[in-house]
């Protein structure tokens, strides 16, 4: 049996959303604890890289004796190789299409791979010099989120001691993130093939102590960053400048951790995006009228596709106690397309809704699995295994699967954003925001292009084939920013369609409950009939259909067409008795009467619950479902943001009503003037979208969900 609630299908066992809910528990307790992240080569996870990136969180170096064995064993086997004269690439060979020369001053040579490393184009702006103003260049520099998660993602890597470079090195760069000091790193340049060589090759300068690298240092206190030359960082940091040792230089560089950091926070908010998107959809089967017998499981039990089960259950636990869409699949319940008015079933963004989420959700689940794997593995050439006391040359610096994440963390994001447009532009009440939804729609199809199929040959033929994922990574940070904004939009379209949702129902409740009096009164007693239940079901339905049909007519004009129109629906119901001769004489003053009895019914109700609405304030609430009801809460009580009533809602017009009766009132004018700041009413549309859009991006609204959800059962 299938009960009205929250458990309407057997979910699969493994689930993006339950992925979802665990990377926010992790995150959540390593925030709650305050206790430091230790990086060992093998534990790191998604959560932890946003906790230090994102919110500052402390990592160190870990303390087990093993670990550190190992990394000090692969330095020393390094040595030994030397000693004994064998070649090892990067180490005592040129690098790259250079690797047919050799040399024996091997700190020298790591030296000159920095030095050649060191190319990034960054602004004086980037470095903390200049004047931008009336500058049409942007920053070309790496945001600092990104460097720091790269720091900690390459020191976990060089942790598991295949790198050759000392513990003493790896606590260098782990000193410099735990002082919040950041390396300025370049936007562009990497192809990620050999790791993200030259974007890597500044923070080995960082440790050097080069006085043209620059650090970013926050001032944790007053939340004030200054950018300083490396040198006086360390000397700030108390940290002696570096003298890279044999491969420490390619260690430190031939790896993919600024690609994997860029993935890491791209997929730690597509994640939640998507799960957003699914309540999003549960909110718009109900400010659109829609049936839950969309996200019927017997649907996804004929196709059984995980993510397809999966998004239609969780729509359909976002819809449990919703009195709009109420989920009332039970055994043998009928349909709701046999008695429902209009459409007989709903447009494809909502009633396809769970089989175009679903590929999405499972490409994120791979996604999500192939970023966190990369968290905690040797992206570097060669490799040194101690233990079997082997070097082996090889290829893990290719980047290729972050590419393969983030290029499907795209095509999701896009394809997720191509539905919410889609549901949005059902109505035209938000003429402006839905223009906006189209701008954003067509730059986010523009970027959902595979980077990988423009892959370049690089550094004299040796580097072929290269899998430009940071690129892909940037791209795909660029398609979760557009999604968010356009999130953050059609949350705001769907408070307010929610509300006039709410209108129509209350709407249609009185006309429902004040109808039958009335046409006994003004129709039956005439013609000497009984009101039967089905006769004035069937008028109500009538009226109610043209009423939802008229929609684009003035109040006035649309209660006299609906009236008009229903004459003739009275006329041939066979119910009517025909009052035989007397039909003439009293025809057109009846009728009349009657049509002026059905324009007033109809312009009262509306007007009574239209003033109920601009008076009292919104009271969907009561109406929503669980999902929906968080997220309106949220908007329409956390950030104040109120329904929109109108042309009266526009700043300057409420602005000058205001001083008019401040003035009439004799009120102090300076208090008055004072107070626009304060009133959410004086806000303009975008200003309400933009702070949606904050909260949404600063993980608030996120964290309402997940609780939401804890309690309700939905994510286990």
């Known amino acids: ?88 690439y990067g180490v005592n060979t040129g690098f790259g299409g250079s690797a047919d020369t050799r040399t024996q001053d091997f700190e020298r040579l790591q030296s000159a791979a920095i030095q050649h490393l060191n190319v990034g184009i960054l602004l004086q702006s980037d470095k903390g010099n200049g004047n931008s103003k009336n500058d049409l260049l942007r920053s070309h520099a790496l945001p600092s989120p990104v460097i720091k998660a790269a720091m900690l993602i390459r020191c976990n890597s060089l942790m598991r001691g295949h790198s050759g470079v000392r513990v003493s090195v790896i606590e260098s760069i782990m000193k410099l993130l735990a002082n919040d000091m950041t390396p300025v790193m370049p936007l562009r340049g990497s192809i990620s093939a050999s790791g993200d060589l030259s974007t890597l090759s500044y923070i080995a300068g960082a440790i050097e102590g080069n006085p043209d690298i620059f650090v970013k240092v926050n001032n944790g206190t007053d939340n004030v960053s200054k950018i300083i030359p490396a040198r006086e960082a360390l000397q700030i940091a108390e940290i002696p400048p570096v003298r890279l040792q044999a491969k420490e230089g390619l260690g430190i560089t031939n790896g993919t951790a600024p690609s994997c950091a860029m993935a890491s926070l791209v997929i730690h908010q597509a994640n939640q995006l998507a799960l957003l998107i699914q309540l999003l ?128 963390t795209l095509t999701a994001m896009q394809n997720l954003g191509r539905l919410i447009f889609a549901q949005c532009s059902e109505s035209f009440t938000c003429k402006g925001l839905d223009v906006n939804m189209a701008g954003y729609m067509a730059e986010l199809s523009y970027l959902a292009r595979p980077v990988s199929a423009s892959v370049q040959v690089a550094e004299m033929g040796n580097q072929s084939v290269n899998s430009m994922a940071l690129v892909a990574g940037r791209y795909a940070m660029e398609a979760v920013e557009i999604v968010g904004l356009m999130c953050a939009t059609y949350i ?57 049909e008229l929609v684009h007519l003035d109040l006035e004009e649309r209660c006299v067409k609906v009236a008009k129109e229903s004459v003739g629906y009275l006329v041939e119901d066979e119910e009517l008795p025909v009052p035989g001769s007397d039909w003439g004489r009293f025809h057109v ?94 806000k303009i549309l975008g200003t309400m979208a933009s702070n949606i859009y904050e909260a949404l991006r600063k993980g608030m609204l996120h964290d309402r969900i997940m609780k939401y959800g804890e309690e309700a059962g939905i994510w286990t």
């Open 1 to 88: 049996m299938i009960t009205n609630g929250s458990s309407h299908s057997k979910k699969p066992e493994t689930t993006h959303a339950s992925g979802v809910f665990a990377e926010w528990q992790r995150l959540r307790n390593k925030l709650w604890e305050k206790g430091e992240i230790s990086v060992d080569g093998n534990r790191l996870t998604v959560a932890d890289v946003v906790a230090v990136s994102l919110h500052d969180a402390k990592a160190r170096l870990t303390d087990d004796e093993k670990i550190l064995k190992q990394v000090e064993e692969s330095v020393a086997y390094l040595a030994r190789q030397l000693e004994a004269g064998h070649t090892i």
């Open 492 to 548: 705001y379209v769907l408070c307010q369609a929610l509300d006039l949702r709410v209108l129509q129902r209350e709407f249609r409740d009185a006309v429902r409950e004040q109808l039958p009096a009335r046409l006994k009164r003004h129709v039956f007693s005439f013609f000497g009939a009984e009101a039967t239940d089905g006769m004035v079901g069937r008028v109500g339905d009538f009226l109610l259909q043209r009423w939802e």
């Open 589 to 682: 003053a009846f009728w009349g009467e009657y049509r002026q009895m059905v324009s007033q019914l109809l312009e009262e109700c509306y007007r009574e619950q239209h003033e109920i609405l601009m008076g009292e304030g919104p009271r969907a609430e009561g109406y929503l479902g669980g999902g929906s009801k968080v997220v309106y809460d949220f908007v329409r009580r956390e950030l104040g943001i109120p329904l929109n009533r109108g042309v009266e809602d526009h700043p300057p017009l409420l602005v000058r009503a205001r001083l008019a009766e401040a003035n009439r009132n004799d009120e102090n004018m300076h208090a008055v003037e004072n107070g626009f700041q304060a009133d959410p009413r004086t």
């Open 281 to 408: 959809t549960a909110m718009g089967t109900e400010a659109l009228d829609g049936t839950p017998h969309n996200y019927h499981p017997f649907i996804s039990s004929t196709r059984p596709h995980p993510g397809q089960a999966e998004a239609a259950s969780n729509i359909l636990s976002f819809l449990s106690n919703s009195k709009i869409s109420p989920p009332f699949l039970q055994a043998g319940s009928p349909s709701q397309s046999k008695t429902r008015l209009g459409l007989a079933q709903d447009r494809y963004s909502l009633r396809t809704a769970p089989q175009w989420i679903g590929p999405q959700l499972e490409d994120l689940l791979l996604a999500t699995q192939q970023v966190t794997t990369e968290l905690n593995s040797t992206t570097d050439n060669p490799l040194i295994d101690a233990i079997s006391s082997e070097i082996h040359h090889g290829g893990n610096f290719q980047a290729m699967v972050l590419t393969s994440a983030m290029e499907k």
